[in-house]
């Protein structure tokens, strides 16, 4: 099984739709992020959490909210989405080493 | 600030042939370097790391990087490219003395041709 799981893997939705990404980890790591990747962009950073009680924002936080319900469980959700945010959106988690980070296997959303 | 910058978005060799992909990057403080790579409807994948040490790293798939402090270069290279090297490579930045923001180039597109 998967270290890093996504759910959903692809999903369309309209404009103004409130929609959350789910992001589960069995690797035991503390730290989890959210990215979204963009062509031509590389991944930008959403959000990011040390700990279930430390949630802090990435560099294009705005129109995106988070909830870290449990170690293993990081959740993204768009309160009204609009066309600019389809996109790839990536969960990752690493150790306290801070050393590299191991990413899910993506969310494709398409806003309409 | 730090930042990354992978000057070429597509790379095409010929399998058997050597492969480099061109990272830069630019941070206040010392390095963590990272390279990572994409398949068709993939997550990232890490093939490997500079922390300190051997400015010459190895990694998975055959793959290694030489992290060059002067130049401020860490380039990926493969001494003979396989088809199925074929995706898309990422180079990552973070400043030690920054204990979350990792930095991410656009990303480099190998094309290992037949």
């Known amino acids: 099984d998967a270290d890093v799981t996504q759910t959903p893997r692809n999903r369309i939705t309209k404009t103004g739709k409130r929609i959350m990404l789910e992001c589960s980890q069995t690797?035991?790591?503390?730290?989890m992020y959210w990215y979204r990747q963009d062509p031509g962009l590389g991944l930008r950073l959403i959000y990011y959490?040390?700990?279930?009680?430390?949630?802090n924002k990435g560099e294009i936080s705005d129109g995106y909210s988070v909830s870290r319900q449990a170690q293993a469980k990081f959740s993204l959700s768009l309160e009204s989405a609009i066309p600019n945010q389809t996109a790839l959106y990536f969960c990752?988690?690493?150790?306290?080493?801070?050393?590299?980070?191991?990413f899910g296997p993506g969310t494709r959303l398409t806003v309409t | 600030a730090q930042s990354v910058a992978q000057p070429e978005d597509q790379v095409n060799v010929a399998e058997g042939n050597p492969l480099t992909v061109k990272c830069t990057y630019s941070?206040?403080?010392?390095?963590?370097l990272f390279w990572y790579v994409q398949y068709p409807n993939r997550g990232l994948q890490f093939l490997l790391k500079?922390?300190?040490?051997?400015?010459l790293v190895k990694g998975s798939y055959g793959f290694e990087a030489e992290f060059n402090k002067s130049q401020t270069s860490f380039h990926l290279k493969k001494p003979s490219a396989l088809v199925s090297d074929s995706a898309l490579y990422f180079c990552?930045?973070?400043?030690?003395?920054?204990?979350?923001?990792?930095?991410f180039g656009a990303g480099t597109t190998v094309t290992v041709r037949a």
């Open positions: 990752a988690t690493s150790g306290r080493d801070a050393g590299e980070q191991y």
């Open positions: 690797k035991g790591h503390d730290r």
């Open positions: 959490s040390f700990d279930v009680k430390d949630i």
């Open positions: 941070v206040s403080g010392n390095p963590y």
């Open positions: 500079y922390i300190t040490g051997d400015n």
């Open positions: 990552a930045v973070r400043d030690r003395g920054d204990d979350y923001k990792l930095s």
